[in-house]
């Protein structure tokens, strides 16, 4: 039905128009359209490329393109070259055997970790080097091919996967370790390195990541540069703006910018790798990182806390902070819900009495009874002033990754409790949980749940919210809501996933417009024919 009704549509059109023209504009225009792999003859219309007739499903799998809300509103295709055999014929000849255009491989490059994204790119690239990206940036630059960089897919806003017909450069096979100084704990390695490989590597050395992430067994070390990703051990070792000390970046001209230093303190000049860090490849695409590592703690301990309000919650903080000090290296929290949500469909067991919300406490140091002898004293300070009410410590490395997965397996939780809405926001302490609350009175029946969780050490919230299925009513009922709600108290609609495809275009509920606008000005110096990323982190224009 949906072919024979495109058909007729294009007949009426032939009067308005030659139809190669005509659909051409209909490619760059209709969101409803992502290119087609053929034409049939009878139109006489040529090949035009990319496969994708996604009338049935669109790009973000559902069935209507159209959002009436303006800020999730698929982009008009900009006017990119297309992938031709001459194309095809100098990516292989450049990396024979890692220029892959099998359409199984591609189906899991095309569509995001959330699956709520999905690209129809024909054409995807591995390359080992940076010389090697360095001369396939330089060549789509010439020739205005979209590129698509992606690391380990593991991002939640869209910015990992192609919009449309965008070539994919994945990083993944980029992945050695190039050196590590032992003395001064500096790691530097390829853009592809796996997270979780490069915390083995290290711990075997008698060191350790300064970031922590759920996906760490996925994803790697550029994309969470490229993105700032901010993960479990923010409160004790900082951002990555803070922790790395160099990138080596190459630009879409094929310009290759070597800012690998090693050292901790340079004073010369701007500091132009905070550029690129949090860009999410819309500026450069990371080839290799120098990254500042901490000595591996001699003793870690996890503390798993049970508090009856917000406001306990807050105050066990506030004393944790005071009592734990140097050794405190992570807070969490999770709500009563998303403890439901664990029990219900990963049959988590809750270690300890019901409550309404759960804390996660970690403490990192060098002596095993000094760090002991503080987190009791703390604990009998918070259970004997009733702001926690029930509890349990563990100190062996099994029952420590057990608490853990408690609070980092709420995310595989409510992929089993429907269709998730996610937000990742940082506000004031004190508002956090309040937008959680507001969000539930607000929506009401509308919402199968709304849960909160994340990182109380950095004021960050993860909210999310889950339905039976995909339903456009509740996403236009949650934003722009939700992003109003979070400038009403000076926040940010981004904590620490990034922007990418999804938030692109509510960036001015967080930044002023002298800001946005200045960064599509450094936007159009380091990219002027966007072929970067396309479509992401910056907002629409008009």
Not at 224 to 242: D, E, H, P, Q, W
Not at 385 to 392: I, K
Not at 492 to 503: C, D, P, V, W
Request: charged letters at 20%; hydrophobic letters at 40%.
């Amino acid at each position: 039905m949906l072919w024979t009704d495109l058909m007729m549509g294009l007949n009426r059109l032939r009067g308005l128009g030659p139809p190669a023209t005509l659909w051409r504009l209909c490619l760059q225009c209709s969101p409803a359209v992502a290119m087609l792999d053929r034409v049939p003859s009878a139109l006489g219309v040529p090949p035009l490329g990319l496969v994708a007739l996604r009338l049935s499903r669109g790009i973000h799998g559902r069935g209507d393109q159209t959002n009436h809300a303006a800020g999730n509103r698929v982009p008009c295709r900009f006017p990119f070259s297309r992938v031709s055999k001459q194309d095809l014929a100098f990516f292989e000849n450049l990396l024979p055997g890692r220029t892959i255009v099998d359409p199984d491989v591609l189906m899991t490059h095309n569509v995001d970790w959330m699956k709520s994204v999905r690209g129809s790119s024909e054409l995807l690239l591995r390359p080992q080097t940076t010389e090697e990206v360095s001369k396939i940036l330089k060549y789509c630059c010439e020739r205005r091919l979209a590129v698509n960089p992606q690391g380990g897919n593991t991002g939640l806003v869209g910015g990992s996967v192609p919009v449309y017909d965008e070539i994919i450069l994945s990083t993944s096979l980029m992945n050695q370790i190039l050196s590590f100084d032992q003395v001064s704990g500096i790691i530097t390695c390829q853009a592809g390195c796996v997270l979780e490989n490069l915390s083995n590597y290290l711990e075997e050395r008698d060191f350790i990541m300064p970031l922590d992430l759920g996906a760490k067994g996925s994803c790697q070390i550029g994309g969470n540069v490229a993105t700032n990703a901010g993960g479990l051990r923010l409160l004790r070792y900082g951002s990555l703006r803070g922790t790395v000390l160099g990138l080596e970046v190459v630009l879409a001209s094929g310009k290759i910018l070597n800012f690998l230093t090693a050292l901790r303190k340079d004073n010369t000049g701007y500091d132009l790798k905070q550029l690129f860090i949090g860009s999410e490849g819309t500026l450069g695409i990371i080839t290799a990182v120098s990254i500042l590592c901490p000595r591996r703690p001699r003793a870690v301990n996890v503390a798993f806390l049970g508090c009856s309000s917000y406001k306990k919650l807050l105050e066990t903080f506030q004393c944790c902070r005071g009592m734990l000090g140097e050794i405190l290296s992570a807070f969490e929290f999770l709500d009563s819900a998303c403890m439901k949500l664990l029990e219900k469909h990963l049959k988590l067991i809750n270690p300890i009495a019901e409550n309404s919300f759960y804390i996660v406490i970690e403490t990192a140091g060098s002596n095993a009874d000094h760090d002991k002898e503080k987190l009791h004293n703390f604990l009998e300070a918070v259970m004997a002033s009733f702001l926690v009410t029930d509890g349990t410590v563990a100190t062996e490395d099994a029952k420590i990754k057990a608490l853990w997965s408690i609070r980092e397996r709420v995310t595989e939780a409510l992929t089993h409790d429907g269709y998730t809405y996610k937000y990742d926001i940082s506000l004031p302490l004190e508002k956090i949980y309040q937008l959680v609350e507001d969000m539930r009175e607000y929506l009401g029946d509308k919402a199968k749940n709304v849960v909160g969780y994340g990182h109380v050490g950095d004021g960050n919230l993860h909210l999310n919210i889950t339905s039976h299925s995909k339903d456009q009513a509740l996403q236009e009922a949650i934003e722009p809501y939700v992003y109003e709600w979070t400038a009403r108290y000076r926040g940010s609609i981004s904590a620490e996933h990034g922007l990418g495809l999804k938030k692109r275009n509510y960036i001015h509920f967080s930044k002023h417009p002298e800001a946005v606008a200045l960064m599509k000005d450094i936007k159009h110096m380091l990219d002027p024919h966007r072929i970067l990323n396309p479509y992401k982190t910056l907002p629409d224009q008009g």
